[in-house]
């Protein structure tokens, strides 16, 4: 069955935006890719001593199940270079999924929705440039509505 995949991407070494381009590219063979955000320029936050990231999301028609998905997404990441040297450290390309459908998932190797998604203004800020409408399975609150209530801070600039 189709479901529509939100995946946040992110990039603060190297080409950032070749990365993201490459990490599109990719991820859209996963699937029909139904939206792309605008690139946004955005602060680094937990571990803050690492250059600046360059963030989007997309929104892709898969029909793989939430684990096999994150199982090819990984592939991709390892593919591009990615190594988990420090945890929230710098990074060629991060690919996270925020939604899958309504779907609710939790297990050790996977949590979706995303479990900091509605605390990252760089996830839900392009987020909602594609599905401000589109509502959290758990909080049961739109993407403009998390958004909003976000406490200042979290620099993100759309480029």
């Given at each position: 069955?189709?479901?529509?995949?939100?995946?946040?991407?992110?990039?603060?070494?190297?080409?950032?935006?070749?990365?993201?381009?490459?990490?599109?590219?990719?991820?859209?063979?996963?699937?029909?890719?139904?939206?792309?955000?605008?690139?946004?320029?955005?602060?680094?936050?937990?571990?803050?001593?690492?250059?600046?990231?360059?963030?989007?999301?997309?929104?892709?028609?898969?029909?793989?199940?939430?684990?096999?998905?994150?199982?090819?997404?990984?592939?991709?990441?390892?593919?591009?270079g990615?190594?988990?040297?420090?945890?929230?450290?710098?990074?060629?390309i991060?690919?996270?999924?925020?939604?899958?459908?309504?779907?609710?998932?939790?297990?050790?190797?996977?949590?979706?929705?995303?479990?900091?998604?509605?605390?990252?203004?760089?996830?839900?800020?392009?987020?909602?440039?594609?599905?401000?409408?589109?509502?959290?399975?758990?909080?049961?609150?739109?993407?403009?509505?998390?958004?909003?209530?976000?406490?200042?801070?979290?620099?993100?600039?759309?480029?």
């Amino acid at each position: 069955m189709k479901q529509v995949a939100y995946l946040s991407l992110g990039s603060n070494l190297g080409n950032r935006e070749q990365n993201l381009r490459g990490a599109i590219r990719q991820a859209s063979a996963l699937g029909r890719l139904v939206a792309v955000s605008s690139f946004y320029q955005t602060e680094p936050v937990e571990f803050t001593d690492q250059p600046w990231f360059l963030n989007c999301v997309i929104a892709l028609e898969t029909t793989a199940e939430p684990a096999e998905l994150m199982a090819e997404l990984l592939r991709i990441e390892h593919e591009m270079g990615r190594q988990r040297i420090v945890k929230k450290g710098p990074r060629s390309i991060d690919i996270d999924i925020l939604l899958f459908g309504d779907a609710v998932v939790n297990t050790p190797e996977l949590t979706i929705p995303h479990p900091a998604m509605a605390r990252r203004r760089f996830a839900l800020e392009p987020l909602a440039e594609i599905a401000p409408e589109l509502r959290h399975p758990v909080a049961g609150k739109t993407v403009r509505e998390l958004l909003a209530e976000l406490p200042p801070g979290q620099t993100v600039k759309r480029r």
